[in-house]
């Protein structure tokens, strides 16, 4: 079973519903899908997805598993650090997972990976850095 603050916070945030993102999973881990659209395309050569994109992907994981794990949906990016490790494909979706690594008083430490064939061949991680109540 979902919390439903995460699907109300999907339907409520302009860019949640921008990205089309749906969850998979919020137990133990906050796993996600977003599903491939054109106006993701980063480099047309390629038809890679966009940077910005998959780092948004990721912001986006972090703070579903933040809401989820300190059941608030009071919560401020602070930082992110996104590694990109190889190409995201156009037409193929993303899969996304982010792990609530420390959650204090009122900071909250998220590290968030998203791949596209298999989680062991991830196409970005990120560690991520939220504010909250």
Known sequence: MINQKLIDFLEETPYARNYGTE????????????????IFTGNPLLRAWHGGVVSGVLEL?????????????????????????RPALGDK????????????KRVHTVSAVVWQNSPDEPTAIASLTFAGK
């Open 23 to 38: 969850i998979i999973t919020s137990i133990p881990e906050t796993e996600c899908v977003t599903r491939w659209q054109n």
């Open 93 to 104: 979706s993303l899969f996304s997972r982010a792990t609530v690594v420390r959650s204090g």
């Open 61 to 85: 994981t972090g703070t579903l598993a933040v809401i989820n794990s300190a059941k608030t949906k009071e919560c401020a990016l602070l930082s992110i650090n996104t590694s990109y490790l």
